[in-house]
């Protein structure tokens, strides 16, 4: 087995103007720019807020209230004046641990919110690499079929010339110019397909700009992957299935709060009030207690409540059962693709090497009249194909690296590759 492949690619030419973006360089900008991320952060203080607002219901709520009247009544004449003033507060003594479920529930949807904004980012690092990978292939596929348009056209020449000394049939002369002609598409179709690649990027990146871009790569890719990993713990570490698991533990904090609903409210109360009328106070009136409160009919709500927060439990469950089986489907699928595509790319490198070497013997033979032009142009076309497929086992490669992290859960913050 192949244990490890360096796969060197330079960027070479002028394809658009812009300076070339490292895989770096699109990280940190994704992180600052992306929208979806950024609409994950905003999930991520609302239930911040959310937790706020549950905790202020453990805290001694207070009111005040300031009234003034004036009167004047023409019937006697007589001018009239009140005010006054009152306070009351209100402190939750005993409620069955409702608040302290309520607050813990609202502590977990912080915590889902999170692991949300993780996954958000793990699709947002895949859906970015995903970009890079096929703009970068796109401008190495330009810079291919730019040097088999070359090559086509040499061997064109000298077919050609062959043809004029008599030394070959016209079919000869023809066969070459149509593979120079399917060349010189494949180059117009793979730059035509630079502005679509670009501008997905574009996307991913979160720029509102949608002048071009280019990307440049120096990859050193190896094999880390010696055993199969184990994937029931790199399954439970995926954000999707913390995620789950955090709902699970929302749906017990909502049960417990809901059965607690049963049981009565006790509260510590007290108030201060005054009044003045006509410029002369009141004595104040102050007061102090214990209020017991305990709903006795609903009509069913209390109990629909509990039914319904038991049934989320069991969804709950079952959804973890789900998230995990697929999870560790989709990591041993991803795992033995990415295996699967480094042996691969070994295998094509040395199909190039091979086919270099024999387009070379074969095209000395061809002009001294050793070989036969249908051999020749076999033999071109074995290594024009050697070249994409080498480029395409490439791209294969790196985009099973990038399934493989995405199904561990890798996030952008982390997504910079050594």
């Known amino acids: 087995m192949l244990k490890q492949l360096i796969i060197v690619m330079f960027m070479t030419g002028s394809i658009f103007a812009a300076t070339p973006l490292r895989w770096e360089d699109c990280v940190k900008e994704a992180l600052s720019n992306n929208p979806d991320l950024k609409s994950a952060k905003e999930k991520i203080f609302q239930a911040e807020q959310d937790l706020l607002t549950v905790q202020s219901g453990g805290a001694l709520q207070a009111s005040a209230s300031v009234s003034q009247s004036n009167s004047f009544p023409l019937t006697s004449g007589t001018y009239s004046a009140s005010s006054g003033y009152s306070l009351s507060g209100r402190y939750l003594l005993y409620d069955a641990n409702k608040y302290t479920f309520e607050v813990s529930a609202a502590k977990e949807k912080v915590k889902a919110a999170g692991f949300s904004y993780e996954t958000v980012s793990g699709a947002v690092r895949y859906g970015l690499r995903a970009a890079f990978l096929e703009l970068f292939n796109t401008q190495e596929l330009i810079n291919i079929t730019e040097d088999i348009k070359k090559s086509r056209k040499e061997n064109y020449d000298m077919v050609k010339l062959s043809y004029d000394a008599g030394r070959e049939h016209k079919g000869s002369v023809l066969l070459a110019e149509a593979n120079l002609l399917q060349a010189e598409y494949e180059v117009k179709a793979a730059r035509r397909n630079l502005e679509l690649s670009s501008a997905k990027l574009i996307r991913q990146l979160g720029r509102k700009d949608d002048t071009p871009v280019k990307v440049a790569a120096e990859l050193n890719l190896k094999n880390i992957l010696k055993e199969k990993p184990e994937l029931k713990i790199l399954a439970e570490k995926n954000p999707s299935y913390k995620q789950t698991l955090a709902q699970k533990a929302l749906a017990e904090y909502n049960l417990k709060s809901a059965r607690a609903a049963f049981a009565p409210q006790v509260s510590l109360t007290g108030s201060a009030r005054r009044n003045v009328s006509n410029f002369a106070w009141d004595v104040p009136d102050l007061s102090a207690g214990i209020s017991v409160s305990l709903q006795l009919l609903d009509g069913g709500s209390r109990t629909a409540a509990v039914n319904k927060a038991t049934s989320v439990i069991l969804q709950a469950d079952f959804d973890l059962f789900t998230a995990a089986f697929d999870l560790e489907v989709a990591l041993l699928n991803s795992w033995i693709n990415f295996q699967n595509t480094l042996e ?27 070989t036969t032009f249908d051999n020749f142009t076999i033999i071109e076309d074995d290594l024009v194909n050697s070249k994409k497929a080498l480029l395409n086992a490439q791209i294969n490669y790196l985009n099973a690296e990038n399934s493989w992290l995405n199904a561990r859960g890798v996030v952008l913050d982390t997504a910079i590759l050594p």
């Open 344 to 370: 691969l790319a070994g295998v094509k490198k040395k199909f190039l090497e091979a086919t270099k070497e024999r387009a070379a013997i074969t095209e000395v033979q061809y002009a001294n009249g050793l």
